[in-house]
């Protein structure tokens, strides 16, 4: 079984987050999904509308999701790859080259962002209305 992993906070789950997941998904077999609780997005300077329960039960509900689990710090990745035996990383290319050091413990991969929908442009056009 080929194991895939990616993180993120996932706030207001968009088409953007499904066609991650997707992809990530169509590149192994198990997807799991760390998701970046409410104490860790507080350090990416991040605050979601939705709680971290909130936000898991939400990608627990997706088709390409296998498995949530929290992401708490930065340095947790290693440890999470080794422990879940994970053959691929994946995340947006926003982070292309951020990760490239778990090349020593999996195949990282970085895919092309969906171009026009973000948390961000959802919460400042809601402002507009
Ligand atoms: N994403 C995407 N297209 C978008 C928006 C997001 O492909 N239009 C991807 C991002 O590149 C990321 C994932 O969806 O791989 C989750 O995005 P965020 O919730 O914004 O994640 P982020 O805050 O970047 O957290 O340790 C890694 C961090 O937790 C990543």
Redesign the pocket.
């Known amino acids: 079984m080929k194991k895939v992993i ?6 207001l789950l ?4 499904i ?3 997707k992809r990530a998904k169509a590149l192994g077999d198990y997807l799991i999904v ?3 609780t409410d104490e ?2 507080a350090l ?1 300077n ?1 605050k979601a509308y939705y709680s971290y329960e909130d936000r898991k039960t939400i990608l627990e509900a997706v088709k390409y999701v296998d498995l949530v689990i929290p ?1 708490e710090n ?1 340095e947790q ?1 290693i440890a999470d790859v080794q422990k879940y035996d994970v053959d691929i990383f ?6 292309e080259g ?2 490239d050091f778990l090349n020593d413990y999996c195949e990282v991969v ?10 961000t ?1 959802i919460k400042d056009d809601l402002m507009k209305v």
Do not use: C, Q
């Open positions: 990616t993180y993120g906070t996932f706030d968009h088409v953007g987050h066609n991650l997941l760390a998701v970046s860790f997005n990416k991040k992401e930065w990745k994946v995340m947006g290319h926003d982070w951020k990760f970085y895919l092309p962002r969906t171009e026009g929908i973000s948390t442009k």
